[in-house]
């Protein structure tokens, strides 16, 4: 009995001579030769102190049960709980894959920007539809980057420096032919004194015949709406806007034969034409069919 009992001791203190070894070869870098497999210091104490000062490590001188430590002067101390010590970390393969995809796809989005650039030194516009293969489908994704405001900053302002427009080929394409309408309504207007182009002069009386139904229907875009109205275009048609012209004249002459005889008491017998409107404007009025801003200007002057 006392036999089996000394070499069970003997077993446990073998067992816990190994484990304090490898407690310690766990704290301790590999190559330091601090401490031995029989837990016996050597000469290099000084560097061992140095190791564990530079760490916060607190090395144990005796690992006494499975699970615990106790120090030099008894106090327990339980290994649950206690961090695990772990290697250095792995070098992150995905952040290295990550920079390599963006650095090349940096590189292929220059590429493809001074293709941009080429291509409108060569045609004088970036208006490249969505068909021209692979340039054409990048044209496109970039602005469907701009709609959804995912487009980088600095690359919206390379693709504005040189012109390029954020609408599809389509649009881009109206809004030209539409400007170059414009333009010849301006020239018109500098030569005519009006805008009462008829819609039976070509080209330009038919677009103009097309602003005044979109804008009947609300559908004219408010930027062209601006820029027609800046120039002095009238939205009705010809025919309306000659009607217009003819009754403010109408009308001046009212108010001058107001201002000389402090009347509008005019008969269509010995006023001939002017007296003829005075009557005309009466007629409407009795009808109902007199316009509201007519009717105010009528009686802004006194008119009976």
């Not at 068909?131 to 044209?139: M, P, V, Y």
Request: hydrophobic share 30%; net charge neutral; with cysteine.
């Amino acid at each position: 009995m006392m036999v089996n009992k000394d070499a069970k001791q003997n077993e446990k203190k073998k067992r816990k001579k190994e484990r304090t070894a490898s407690y310690h070869q766990l704290i301790v870098p590999s190559g330091t030769d601090v401490i031995n497999v029989n837990s016996n210091f050597n000469d290099n104490v000084n560097a061992h102190e140095e190791f564990v000062e530079e760490h916060t490590v607190v090395v144990t001188t005796e690992l006494v049960e499975e699970g615990s430590i106790t120090d030099q002067d008894g106090n327990f101390t339980s290994l649950e709980g206690m961090p695990a010590l772990h290697s250095p970390p792995a070098v992150n393969s995905k952040r290295k894959q990550s920079k390599e995809y963006e650095s090349k796809h940096d590189e292929n989005w220059n590429r493809l920007f001074m293709e941009l650039v080429d291509y409108k030194e060569t045609n004088g516009h970036c208006h490249i539809p969505a068909r021209n293969g692979s340039f054409g489908k990048w044209i496109e994704r970039q602005r469907e980057l701009f709609r959804s405001t995912k487009l980088e900053a600095d690359r919206h302002e390379k693709l504005v420096g040189i012109g390029f427009v954020f609408e599809d080929a389509k649009v881009a394409t109206e809004n030209v032919k539409w400007n170059t309408r414009f333009v010849e309504l301006v020239e018109y207007k500098e030569e005519n004194g009006h805008c009462n182009c008829p819609t039976k002069n070509g080209s330009l009386g038919g677009w103009i015949h097309t602003q005044r139904t979109l804008f009947r229907s609300k559908e004219l875009k408010e930027d062209r709406y601006e820029k027609i109205v800046g120039i002095g275009f009238v939205f009705e048609n010809a025919k309306v806007a000659m009607e217009n012209e003819k009754w403010n004249t109408r009308f001046v002459e009212l108010v001058e034969y107001k201002e000389k005889n402090d009347h509008c008491n005019l008969t269509s017998r010995k006023n001939g034409s002017l007296g003829q409107w005075v009557s005309k404007q009466r007629t409407l009025f009795r009808s109902k069919k007199l316009k509201e801003d007519r009717y105010e200007k009528l009686v802004g002057i006194g008119f009976a």
